[in-house]
């Protein structure tokens, strides 16, 4: 299973890290670019046979995790 933790708060000014289970920590300019960089190497590692899970930390320190779709899990 790939994993996707997308923190709420960046990790610079302006530069937000995606950690990823098999592939580092890539950088984004934007909370928006790192969650659109999650879901599509979710869908893509779905389409490879892959389970993936994203997990996004909310603003109240929660986190929530969500399918190769961006849908919900319980």
């Known amino acids: 299973m790939i994993i ?3 923190p709420y708060a ?3 000014s302006g530069e ?3 950690e990823v289970s ?3 920590n890539p950088e984004f300019k ?3 670019d790192a969650l ?8 893509k590692a779905h389409q490879q046979g892959n389970d993936s899970l994203i997990t996004v930390e909310g603003v109240d320190g929660q986190w929530r995790m ?3 779709r961006a849908k ?3």
């Open 4 to 6: 996707f933790d997308i």
């Open 36 to 43: 659109r960089f999650a879901v599509s190497s979710a869908l």
């Open 10 to 12: 960046p990790l610079h």
């Open 30 to 32: 934007s909370r928006h």
């Open 22 to 24: 098999n592939d580092g």
């Open 66 to 68: 969500f399918d190769h």
């Open 16 to 18: 937000w890290s995606v």
């Open 72 to 74: 919900g899990v319980a």
